[in-house]
């Protein structure tokens, strides 16, 4: 219980910190403030690798489908005819529908006639012509897998792991545009320090002239107060132009609903600190730290190896049974005349056998060989994507707490170096201190507010890695995880 306290004291210590200088520059007459969770649903929603990665589905549909074709009942038709010399020699029609099976029987039915002078005999038909119906089983090779059947469970595996290589874009996706709105945040915040140091040092500087001319003060205070003055400016000036860039960046993943880049906004501000939610951050870790094994196995990158295990291991079976010889049994029932019960004899038949297998069967081992060692590589590489995994996660949530630590110690100095410059103002005023001194004890406190507020960004685009290792971005309903 204590350390759930301390930890809630950290981290309001760590928001007060990065956004307390928020609402000394910030109008909030005319600011637009765009929450995190907000600015990722928007990028969710319109951004156009988003919309890519919902591509992934129909590609895996299509994928099926076309895999599925592979078993389409086929309709033919051939019709040969030979005219010479005013002789029929031979006319030749033939057609029918034949169905290659998923458990390996090609099934075929059709009807042939033929007539003319020169017939080949195995083509001779009665008058009414001969339909016939037959199937052809493979005995050895073929006969569990074949190339038709080894596509259509590619195209299966295919179709399952399209939802992990969405995913998987998705949270590529949102952790970078998090870092783009957490630099955002950074520059925003540091901005805001700079600016109000330099108002403080320039109303510092307008008193001290006032006092000089008064002849309460030397000639040279106001060059000090002035040098601080300048020195303050190039350093909003800068923080200026980070935060123009940071913006410029966040805008990069604002797209508009008709796949148009919305215009930028230099209007727009990040989150307040009523819009954040200090508890859940704690929360999160909490259930992130006792949850790291499940979500390593149910990561996006670690099931994208379990699925080429699969499919790998579809292809061993599939160059297993190349080993096998081809043994195929052909059968087809004749019916002899269709006017006549007699036509119906199961004597009329025609079959055939034919059997190969190369004899050193070098092709068939090598293909199987290379199989194998795709799916040693894959195995391999899924071992050591869990454990690299874990690794990350664990190494984000210490650094985690490292910058609760940070923030903490941070908090403490600025307080001090606020009560140095108090203290050293008052000694000026009294005279029994220099500009040079107040100049740096408040160089000082901006140094400290600005490596607080840097701590602050560097803590939540820890926190959106923490997301992205664990891939918790996302919700089950497909909305933003909200930290």
Same mark, same amino acid.
């Given at each position: 219980?204590?350390?759930?306290?301390?930890?809630?004291?950290?981290?309001?210590?760590?928001?007060?910190?990065?956004?307390?200088?928020?609402?000394?520059?910030?109008?909030?007459?005319?600011?637009?403030?765009?929450?995190?969770?907000?600015?990722? +649903?928007?990028?969710?929603?319109?951004?156009?690798?988003?919309?890519?990665?919902?591509?992934?589905?129909?590609?895996?549909?299509?994928?099926?489908?076309?895999?599925?074709?592979?078993?389409?009942?086929?309709?033919?038709?051939?019709?040969?005819?030979?005219?010479?010399?005013?002789?029929?020699?031979?006319?030749?029609?033939?057609?029918?529908?034949?169905?290659?099976?998923?458990?390996?029987?090609?099934?075929?039915?059709?009807?042939?006639?033929?007539?003319?002078?020169?017939?080949?005999?195995?083509?001779?038909?009665?008058?009414?012509?001969?339909?016939?119906?037959?199937?052809?089983?493979?005995?050895?090779?073929?006969?569990?897998?074949?190339?038709?059947?080894?596509?259509?469970?590619?195209?299966?595996?295919?179709?399952?792991?399209?939802?992990?290589?969405?995913?998987?874009?998705?949270?590529?996706?949102?952790?970078?545009?998090?870092? &783009?709105?957490?630099?955002?945040?950074?520059?925003?915040?540091?901005?805001?320090?700079?600016?109000?140091?330099?108002?403080?040092?320039?109303?510092?500087?307008?008193?001290?002239?006032?006092?000089?001319?008064?002849?309460?003060?030397?000639?040279?205070?106001?060059?000090?107060?002035?040098?601080?003055?300048?020195?303050?400016?190039?350093?909003?000036?800068?923080?200026?132009?980070?935060?123009?860039?940071?913006?410029?960046?966040?805008?990069?993943?604002?797209?508009?609903?008709?796949?148009?880049?919305?215009?930028?906004?230099?209007?727009?501000?990040?989150?307040?600190?009523?819009?954040?939610?200090?508890? +859940?951050?704690?929360?999160?870790?909490?259930?992130?730290?006792?949850?790291?094994?499940?979500?390593?196995?149910?990561?996006?990158?670690?099931?994208?190896?379990?699925?080429?295990? &699969?499919?790998?291991?579809?292809?061993?079976?599939?160059?297993?049974?190349?080993?096998?010889?081809?043994?195929?049994?052909?059968?087809?029932?004749?019916?002899?005349?269709?006017?006549?019960?007699?036509?119906?004899?199961?004597?009329?038949?025609?079959?055939?056998?034919?059997?190969?297998?190369?004899?050193?069967?070098?092709?068939?081992?090598?293909?199987?060989?290379?199989?194998?060692?795709?799916?040693?590589?894959?195995?391999?590489?899924?071992?050591?994507?869990?454990?690299?995994?874990?690794?990350?996660?664990?190494?984000?949530?210490?650094?985690?707490?490292?910058?609760?630590?940070?923030?903490?110690?941070?908090?403490?100095?600025?307080?001090?170096?606020?009560?140095?410059?108090?203290?050293?103002?008052?000694?000026?005023?009294?005279?029994?201190?220099?500009?040079?001194?107040?100049?740096?004890?408040?160089?000082?406190?901006?140094?400290?507010?600005?490596?607080?507020?840097?701590?602050?960004?560097?803590?939540?685009?820890?926190?959106?890695?923490?997301?992205?290792?664990?891939?918790?971005?996302?919700?089950?309903?497909?909305?933003?995880?909200?930290?």
């Amino acid at each position: 219980m204590q350390k759930t306290v301390q930890a809630n004291k950290r981290m309001r210590a760590l928001l007060w910190i990065a956004v307390c200088p928020f609402f000394l520059w910030a109008s909030p007459a005319v600011a637009q403030v765009l929450a995190p969770e907000d600015f990722l +649903s928007e990028v969710l929603q319109h951004h156009p690798v988003a919309r890519e990665a919902r591509l992934w589905e129909n590609r895996a549909l299509n994928t099926m489908l076309q895999a599925r074709g592979q078993f389409d009942p086929k309709l033919g038709a051939q019709f040969d005819q030979k005219w010479f010399g005013g002789k029929n020699y031979f006319a030749v029609a033939d057609g029918g529908i034949k169905w290659a099976s998923p458990l390996a029987v090609e099934v075929k039915a059709g009807f042939m006639q033929s007539e003319g002078l020169y017939l080949n005999p195995e083509e001779v038909t009665p008058s009414t012509g001969l339909p016939y119906a037959g199937i052809r089983l493979p005995l050895g090779q073929d006969l569990l897998i074949d190339q038709r059947r080894q596509a259509l469970q590619q195209a299966r595996i295919f179709r399952q792991s399209a939802e992990v290589e969405r995913l998987s874009m998705l949270n590529q996706l949102l952790y970078d545009a998090a870092q &783009a709105y957490w630099r955002w945040f950074e520059a925003t915040n540091q901005l805001s320090i700079f600016a109000s140091a330099s108002e403080n040092a320039m109303e510092r500087f307008q008193g001290i002239k006032a006092s000089y001319r008064g002849g309460d003060h030397a000639p040279i205070d106001t060059v000090e107060a002035l040098i601080q003055v300048q020195i303050l400016q190039n350093q909003q000036r800068k923080a200026q132009v980070d935060r123009d860039n940071a913006l410029l960046e966040v805008f990069l993943y604002r797209w508009q609903e008709n796949g148009e880049p919305l215009p930028l906004n230099q209007q727009a501000l990040p989150v307040s600190q009523q819009d954040l939610n200090r508890s +859940s951050l704690a929360a999160l870790q909490t259930r992130i730290r006792q949850e790291v094994q499940q979500l390593v196995n149910q990561h996006p990158d670690v099931k994208r190896y379990e699925y080429k295990i &699969a499919a790998g291991k579809v292809d061993r079976r599939y160059y297993q049974n190349k080993l096998l010889p081809k043994l195929n049994l052909q059968y087809n029932w004749l019916q002899y005349n269709a006017n006549t019960a007699a036509g119906f004899n199961l004597n009329n038949y025609k079959w055939g056998l034919d059997f190969s297998i190369p004899i050193f069967l070098r092709a068939e081992r090598g293909a199987l060989g290379l199989a194998n060692v795709k799916l040693a590589e894959a195995q391999l590489d899924l071992s050591f994507k869990r454990k690299a995994q874990e690794t990350k996660l664990q190494q984000t949530l210490n650094e985690l707490s490292a910058l609760l630590d940070q923030v903490t110690l941070f908090t403490a100095a600025i307080r001090n170096y606020q009560t140095m410059l108090r203290a050293e103002e008052e000694r000026f005023a009294n005279g029994e201190s220099s500009m040079f001194l107040v100049n740096s004890r408040q160089q000082k406190l901006v140094e400290a507010q600005t490596k607080a507020v840097e701590l602050s960004g560097k803590y939540f685009k820890t926190l959106a890695g923490l997301q992205f290792a664990s891939a918790t971005f996302l919700r089950s309903d497909g909305g933003i995880e909200k930290p």
